[in-house]
């Protein structure tokens, strides 16, 4: 199975990606209108795809200008895929890092780490709200987040930041967040 980056540096580049049901790659409609809409905020950000799947969200965000992804994915076939990916296109490793644990263990391990945009796309059979709501204290000050999940899942909520957008696309929706001043 193949996915490709749409637009930027990598763009038309083909990417692999895990022949399984267990990753759902977002598809090119959603993640062009995803990109178009955020697209003045990806210069120099530091980005974290967290439950990358294929990484292909990250990758597109490298090859828009974005400074570092670092992608979370606990599938070591998945995780495996991201790298050979990462050398494919050959990004450095200091702009693209790997972390192979779950989004929970990513989050004790590293309470401190903050980004400027954060992608988030759980499964849909297990959007993991409680998890997903751990990711807005990782923000930064006016950094965003972007929530794909099923439309007929709720929004959640979370302390410091607000909904600045949402955005269906069939049976997915896109909620952006976006994180206030404390």
């Known amino acids: 199975m193949n996915v490709r980056v749409i637009a930027g540096e990598y763009g038309g580049r083909k990417l692999s990606a895990p022949n399984t049901s267990r990753t759902h790659p977002m598809g090119e409609r959603i993640r062009a209108s995803l990109f178009n809409i955020i697209n003045d905020e990806i210069e120099n950000a530091v980005v974290l ?17 974005a400074q570092a992804v670092t992608f979370i994915e606990k599938d070591r076939v998945a995780a495996k895929i991201i790298a050979e990916n990462r050398e494919v296109l ?5 702009s693209a890092s790997i972390i192979p644990a779950t989004v ?11 980004f400027d945009i954060i992608f988030c796309d759980p499964p849909y059979h297990d959007v993991q709200f409680s998890t997903v709501s751990k990711l807005f204290s990782h923000l930064k000050t ?14 959640p909520t979370g302390t410091g930041v607000v909904v600045v957008d949402n955005r269906s696309y ?3 929706v896109l909620t952006f967040y ?5």
Not at 142 to 155: A, I, K, Q, Y
Not at 178 to 182: D, F, I, T
């Open 170 to 172: 069939g049976d997915a």
């Open 142 to 155: 006016n950094g965003l987040m972007v929530l794909s999940h099923p439309g007929r899942s709720e929004t």
């Open 104 to 114: 929970s263990a990513w989050d004790q391990k590293y309470p401190e780490a903050q």
């Open 90 to 94: 050959g990004i450095a490793s200091q």
């Open 178 to 182: 976006r994180k206030v001043q404390e």
């Open 49 to 65: 795809d967290a439950f990358a799947g294929t990484g292909v969200i990250g990758f597109e965000a490298l090859s828009r200008g």
